[in-house]
């Protein structure tokens, strides 16, 4: 449902904030959203999962279309943001050094970055930006981190995808597996984008900042990336920051905007169902040989091998066809054909001291992966098809047309409409 709101006459230096879905036609004058200019003719679209603050730098008129529940508001005395973003983000940009930005979800993470980012690029510079909210970035799909040097200034960073990319293996950075891969991605990442220049780097955080443990990991991300300065984007937050680092990095304290269009549970896994859907469009199904690639993260590919008769003995032990057996000091991981809870359970009785993994040829559907080259490094996003135990290939659907050198295993399950499903499990494959 679309209705004409308004043609709307903004003064010089006036601010409103337009919530999505919403499109903005410049009929005259200059506006400034989120460090771009428009000026007449220019055409702006605010997608639903958004809001922005549009400041007239000209006497300006424009014309609004709001689609369903979208809206335009007049922010009270003190309530806008932006000038306190912009002037905080030239501080980074002449120090075209290394910012790291952090705060609560929904407080502006992404926005401010991309202010720097477009901001930076109004300068002539070539900013990169490493996309390192694990569960909710917007350069890679759910589960990854990625890096992007940015030439174009941009509205919305989900209309772009990284330019390099990790897998971490889950959607929150909470899994003790999940933090150390994080902070190492981070410093990979920023590295990358050193080498090729980028400057200034504004490395984007996840919004998990409540807790000891929280304020723990950003802190080590700061340290691990060497950051010149820090952008927080809560008070209390900041304080706790400010305290833990003393006088040694810069950090600022940045208000948050106090209106915003916020996702709920429900828009957020709407928003990473399409994300991951989209890394696969136009994917095709590739069997690789198992013999031939480095699987990592794989607790079948990380234990000691049984040997073949220890195997047939289990096989008749358990009276069917057993694969392959794999042995960890504290798991076994068994390859069936198929599996059922009576298999799982005498497994169980047999080996009491040891957790048991049970992978089948269907077990690994929908599991999330990434592709990789010859220096073991992510190239692309893939999702595991099936296990072909007879050829001792590993089906997978992927974008990639290049050399595949090795897979590197996520905790992360998807069913076929692209959704996350069950627990994370230790030893999916
Ligand atoms: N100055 C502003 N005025 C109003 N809304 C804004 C402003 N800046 C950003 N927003 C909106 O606030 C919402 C949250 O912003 P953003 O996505 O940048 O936050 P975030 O901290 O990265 O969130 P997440 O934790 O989901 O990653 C978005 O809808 C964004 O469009
Ligand atoms: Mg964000």
Request: some cysteine; hydrophobic content about 45%; proline content about 4%.
């Amino acid at each position: 449902m679309l209705s004409l709101a308004a043609h709307l006459d903004l003064e010089k230096g006036k601010v409103i904030r337009v919530m999505g879905p919403a499109s903005i036609v410049i009929n005259k004058g200059k506006i400034r959203i989120l460090g771009m200019n428009f000026t007449p003719g220019a055409r702006v679209v605010i997608h639903r999962y958004r809001s922005y603050a549009i400041k007239a730098l000209e006497d300006s008129t424009i014309s609004v279309i709001l689609g369903e529940g979208g809206g335009i508001e007049e922010p009270a005395a003190g309530e806008e943001v932006i000038d306190v973003w912009e002037e905080a983000s030239r501080a980074i940009i002449d120090s075209k050094g290394i910012a790291v930005v952090l705060g609560p979800v929904d407080s502006g993470k992404t926005s401010f970055s991309l202010l720097v980012a477009n901001m930076a690029i109004e300068q002539g510079l070539r900013p990169a930006i490493v996309d390192a909210d694990v569960g909710q970035g917007d350069l890679a799909p759910p589960g990854f981190i990625a890096m992007k040097i940015l030439t174009t200034p941009l509205l919305w960073l989900r209309e772009v995808r990284g330019d390099v990319m990790r897998l971490i293996g889950s959607i929150t950075p909470t899994h003790a597996f999940a933090m150390s891969r994080l902070i190492v991605a981070i410093r990979d990442l920023v590295d990358i984008a050193m080498q090729k220049g980028a400057a200034p780097i504004v490395v984007n955080t996840d919004g998990w900042t409540t807790g000891y443990l929280a304020i723990d990991t950003k802190l080590n991300i700061i340290r691990a990336v060497h950051a010149d300065y820090v952008a927080v984007l809560d008070d209390v937050l900041c304080e706790r920051i400010k305290r833990a680092l003393g006088p040694l990095v810069n950090v600022l304290c940045l208000p948050r905007p106090k209106v915003v269009k916020e996702r709920d549970r429900i828009d957020r896994r709407l928003l990473r169902k399409q994300h991951y859907q989209s890394f696969f469009q136009k994917a095709k199904r590739v069997c690789l040989r198992l013999s031939e690639i480095t699987l990592l993260n794989s607790c079948l590919a990380s234990g000691t091998l049984w040997s073949l008769d220890a195997v047939e003995k289990l096989s008749k032990e358990l009276g069917l066809k057993v694969y392959a057996v794999v042995e960890h000091d504290d798991a076994l991981v068994v390859l069936l054909e198929k599996a059922d809870s009576v298999i799982g359970q005498r497994l169980r009785e047999v080996f009491p001291q040891k957790e048991i993994y049970v992978v089948t040829r269907d077990s690994v559907k929908g599991l999330l992966a990434a592709i990789l080259n010859e220096r073991l490094e992510e190239v692309a996003p893939a999702l595991i098809d099936s296990l072909e135990l007879d050829r001792n290939e590993i089906c997978v659907l992927t974008e990639y047309d290049g050399v595949v050198k090795g897979l590197s295993i996520s905790r992360i399950k998807l069913s076929s409409e692209w959704e996350e499903v069950g627990k994370v499990i230790k030893c999916p494959l």
